[in-house]
């Protein structure tokens, strides 16, 4: 389902409803942020038959696989989502640059506006400080961040080390990336089918193998993970001792993170070579978590902090129109009796009105700041329908949307 609806950008495009839209999809979500039309309820099915036309879903079997949320409902499941409280990991930090990446791309589209700029500014604010004032991403808490930590642990700093990485299914595409993360460059990745190998390593500036190289890739790494699917070791005791005999006392950190095994025990007798296996991993992962788990009541009052501020924020948004409206008003008026005047005045030196003009404008800027300001605050407070209205009255505004 997720992959017949990935593109739920194109749905929303169809829809009247929709004023801005933006999509965040990661391997495990597809969600669509919508700024709708007034009258939630009917815009929100209004985009539900949308899509399901759009995507070839009966509407009724889109419903089941939906969740929706409205208001500032939507602002915390964001930022909780930025923070990583939602990912299947706790605390994993790569869904941030998603959440980034879906609203750079929804403003290079043109389908983000001020609302949902204001969203997901909002979220970024709330994943960065949840890493910054929490320990939430302090610790290693996936398998293949683990096993360059215990690497790390063992050989030092790797980013003068050779990495390989055997098997580019998702735990070693997750290994590749947690290394590209550490800034290590000397990487190399050997598959079972070239092709993939070499697919992957494109994405990862690698130097590709297939298995039946792997002898002459063991004998250049200092760490190999190894994350096949295969059902036998695919490393064997003799494949190690034969790159050991080519290296003069250089260690060879292997980190098998597959079930079952890929690489034979017997390896792990080898002179200079130390084995680790998910059973080594387990214990430091459990520890991560429950660490990270300590720290999700101080990541969900960050939620809370930045959710508040948004629904003030975009409670600001409403009367931004007819401020807009206002200033325009009171430029027109500027500069129509400044052209007055000078007209009045007859020749006049170009320095003295130089100084008319920018005399005019400062008193415009000045005049209207206090009032900009004590409407957005009073807006902010919940009272955007009142200020709306009494600017209205006062000023003879009227908002593009009114007109």
Known sequence: MRERIGALGSGAERCPAVLEHAVLQTCYRVELYARLTSGVEDARDELVDALSMAHDVPRELLLDHLYVHAGEDVARHLCRVAAGLDSLVLGETEILGQVREAFESGAAAGSVGPGLALLFRTAISSGRRARSETAIGANPATASSMALALAEGALGDLREKHILVVGAGRIGLQTLKAAEGRGLTSIAVANRTKDRAVEVSERFRAVAHDLTELGVALASADVAITATSSEAPVVGADVVRAAMSSRADRPLILV??????????????????????????????????????????????????????????????EVEPLLSELRKQAEAIRARELEHALKDLGEVDPAVAERMEHLSRTLVKRLLHDPTVRARERAGTGNADEIADAMRDLFGLSAPSDR
């Open 256 to 317: 098998d993170l597959a079930v079952p095994a890929d690489i034979e025990r017997e390896a792990g007798e080898v002179v200079g070579v130390s084995l680790f296996d998910v059973d080594d991993l387990r214990a430091g992962l459990d520890g991560a978590m429950a660490m990270r788990l300590r720290e999700v009541p101080k990541v969900e009052a960050v939620v809370e902090s930045e959710v508040e501020d948004f629904g003030r924020r975009y409670r600001e948004l």
